[in-house]
């Protein structure tokens, strides 16, 4: 039983040690050596990278708790498994975060931005134009900059939200406009009918009250607006 158990240890030990070897190979397959060099952060495979980091996380904890699947001498000093593991994790995930941040703040300016077009007159803007813009840098950002799953949803979210409210307002701001039209068109429509009326007058002075009040009220009313765009 303890030959049984210090084999497994082994194995395990060994799987680990794979793991390892597999996380120095992505590094230095997949990132630049130094970073700084004429590669520039979006032409890395960063995607990549994440699946990388996630594949090995996950079979690492598959091969269970350390402390009991372990030889101990594996797990001191400078060369234990688990420092060597925590480095190899932190090769890819120190340059991933410092990108990741960067990405993060780029979505955020871009939900910024859609934020801000609510701050201007949304029926003299082409808004359709303008989203679809912001929509095209989401999409190369997402490209070439990507998140984690989590923290791209919750930025979509955002940036949906805040498009979709731009759409709502506009369309508010559209109907509240129609019905102002309508309203001046039929008091422009009683004018008119009350001037067709007067043709039946035959006392002079009577046309030219009409006229004169017509005349008034059509002076008296707001312009028509624009057509809607």
């Not at 030889?71 to 000093?77: A, D, I, Q, V, Y």
């Amino acid at each position: 039983q303890i030959e049984k158990r210090a084999t497994a240890r082994q194995e395990n030990l060994a799987a680990r040690e794979q793991i390892i070897s597999k996380l120095i190979e992505d590094k230095n397959r997949l990132l630049p050596s130094p970073l700084e060099s004429n590669d520039t952060p979006t032409e890395i495979d960063w995607r990549s990278i994440i699946h990388a980091l996630e594949q090995a996380r996950i079979q690492w904890k598959k091969l269970g708790p350390v402390e009991h699947a372990l030889p101990k001498e594996s797990l001191t000093g400078d060369s234990a498994v688990t420092t060597r593991y925590a480095a190899a994790i932190e090769a890819l995930e120190t340059p991933l975060m410092k990108i990741q941040n960067e990405a993060s703040r780029q979505r955020r300016k871009i939900i910024q931005s859609a934020t801000a077009l609510g701050e201007s007159d949304l029926l003299k803007m082409h808004l359709v134009d303008k989203i679809k813009q912001l929509q095209t840098q989401w999409q190369t950002a997402a490209k070439t900059l990507p998140l984690l799953c989590h923290e791209e949803h919750k930025l979509w979210t955002e940036f949906k939200t805040a498009t979709d409210a731009l759409f709502k307002t506009r369309d508010t701001a559209r109907a509240q406009q129609e019905a102002a039209t309508q309203e001046q068109i039929k008091a422009r429509e009683n004018l008119i009918e009350k001037l067709t009326q007067a043709l039946s007058l035959e006392v002079t002075a009577e046309i030219r009250k009409v006229i004169s009040e017509t005349e008034k009220g059509w002076r008296d009313l707001s312009a028509l607006p624009k057509p809607l765009e």
